[in-house]
């Protein structure tokens, strides 16, 4: 049975951060996690999960390497004071012209600067999935269908294997998540945007086939968001990546209504 955890947009104002981290960690969720982005650190929202909690693990997903280098990373885990073993860390490779072979090269690096750190890998493709699980510690998925992410989970489990690993790393996704009268249209919001980002989502998309908006979980009751949660059996851990107003009451009750 997959895992539950929580994920935000970083930035979250921290009046937000630490009440719903340590509801989360009340809650059962393994772990709470965070997106990076150009006006706010993913690793900063973390340090606000930390300030108000004990057990849960922090993630952060993801971190792109040709916006924040290794050096840059492993200077701000230890200015923000997080704990290496409490922390998942994914990287991806953002708008570079070769990613696979930006990742792999940046994975010697990773591991000298930022030992003891569980390092995961953002992977959509095939040729990604098996580099995940062939050299990392953990495979992130984003932007999936139930069956698509079955596809993707057996590139990493044939990487794994090719690399003589006997277990394959653990496999995380983003699930948006949204539940309510006004599921839909916050799902169908946020996925417009990632549809057109860049190359890369838009050929992940083509790939995907489905229709606009329909790319995750928008749900009228708590009941029916965990039902379509529990079809993502392919991930070790599904990752709701909540889709609410960033106020403390709506991001609690999605948590509430999501949880394990």
Known sequence: MSKRAFGVAAGLDPEVAGPLARRCEELGYASIWSNDHPKAKGLETLAEFA???DRIELGVAVI??????????????????????????????????????????????????????RLVLAAMGPKMC???????DGVFFNWMTPEFATGARSQVELGAGEAGREVPPPVFGYVRCAVGEDAAARLAKEESFYRDLHEGYRRHFERLGEPEGTVGVAAPTPTAAQRELDAYEALDTIVVRGLASARIEPMTALAEATAP
Not at 130 to 136: I, N, P, Q, R, S
């Open 51 to 53: 300030r108000e909690t």
């Open 64 to 117: 792109a390497l040709d916006r924040r280098p290794p050096a840059e990373i492993a200077a701000d885990i230890e200015r923000l004071g997080l704990d290496p073993a409490r922390l998942w860390l994914g990287v991806g490779a953002g708008f570079s012209k070769k990613p696979l072979s930006a990742m792999r090269e940046a994975l010697p690096e990773l591991r000298e600067r930022l030992p003891g750190v």
């Open 130 to 136: 098996a580099l995940g699980g062939a050299e990392f």
